[in-house]
């Protein structure tokens, strides 16, 4: 995994679990790496990977069985796709509205482009 | 697990290194030790391992004052050095005459550690390179089970895979009992390991704060312009790399160069925000 400067490590290892559990390489129910392992296979400190348990506990995407470790949740799906759609919404979204707002892009363009891109991309 | 007390220490009387330095370290951390040249990293090192003696003030590890060098306490202690001497001979020979000075000694993890490490055991110690002798090192000191391990710029010499290696083994060496300080000036290498910053300057602790307490204080950018709020700055292909007070609770990641360089250069504007 490759870091980028701009955001902190924890963060980046959130979405790191995120992904892997969007991509259904983790599924609900499964156990995920430990954090010692975690730790070990990003080369970061375990109490980083700690800190990245502890969110993603407290947003429902995994569990903690006693004595056993950490397992993705029933509903991990939902609970990543609302804690990436704040992420979006707060941190995504105004540097995309800034760049329509300067250029003066339509939302009628952006519509057509947007349809265009999910038709292609999504076969939806 | 560590507390220096009203630490003064100096190779001189009139040339103090340390006054009054006063700190305590616990144990589950990775603490990263930074400070300019001739700060006093080694020597800080040098003193909670009992290599040096303080002139006044007092050092407590473990409950034990090192400078008695009471076995009980040395054989919770593993010392990497940047400067070694190794003798002339294989490494069998060499952990048969020092392992048993620990009691804890894992023979078959220093076997692991010099494979992971790809380290040739037929060869004389005297015959390897620099890179590969300190592999061997901190492949002993690891296995000693140490409880504390300090190393004084342990990737110094080690080649692009080996750090990899490194920072994975000490990753997994991270256990709540230990605590483990890196002395370093490669901080690029180790600064997603490190999680507690020590800074060193003019004969005190500037700095000692947690990255966790950092980044929430403080917020590391690439701006465009420099305006009032902004602590300090360096300039980039793209604008400034920038520090400033963390008021709109951003996560950024602690760029350690850029902190180590603004403490330096602003360490009036610091003080406040880390009492």
Partial sequence: ?124 | MIKINNLNFGYSKHKPLFKNMSMQLSNGHIYGLLGKNGAGKSSLLKNLAGLVYAQSGTLEVMGFNPAKRQPALLEQICFIPEEFYLPSVKIDAYVRANAPFYKNFDHQYFGNLLKEFDIPVSQKLINMSYGQKKKVIIAFGLATQAKLIIMDEPTNGLDIPSKAQFRKIMASAMTEDRCIIISTHQVRDLDNLIDTVIMLDENDVALKASVQEITEKLTFKKVKEIDDSIIYAEPSLSGYNAVMPNYHHEESKLDMELLFNAILAEKVKFKPLFN
């Avoid at chain 1, 995120?18 to 730790?39: N, Q």
């Avoid at chain 1, 609970?79 to 919404?89: E, H, L, W």
């Avoid at chain 1, 250029?103 to 519509?111: A, R, T």
């Fill in chain 1, 1 to 124: 995994m490759e870091f980028r400067d701009n955001k902190a490590i924890y963060l980046q290892i959130v979405e790191y679990v995120c992904e892997h559990i969007l991509l259904g390489k983790w599924k609900a129910d499964e156990k995920v790496p430990s954090v010692r392992e975690m730790a070990v296979a990003l080369e970061v400190n375990p109490n980083t990977v700690m800190r990245t348990y502890e969110l993603l506990q407290n947003k429902n995407i995994i569990n903690n069985k006693r004595g056993i470790g950490f397992f993705v949740a029933e509903n991990a799906i939902e609970g990543v796709k609302s804690y990436r759609k704040v992420q979006f919404m707060d941190d995504e979204l105004p540097v995309v509205f800034r760049n329509i707002y300067l250029l003066n892009i339509g939302f009628d363009e952006l519509k057509t482009k947007y349809e265009t891109f999910v038709k292609e991309n999504f076969n939806a």
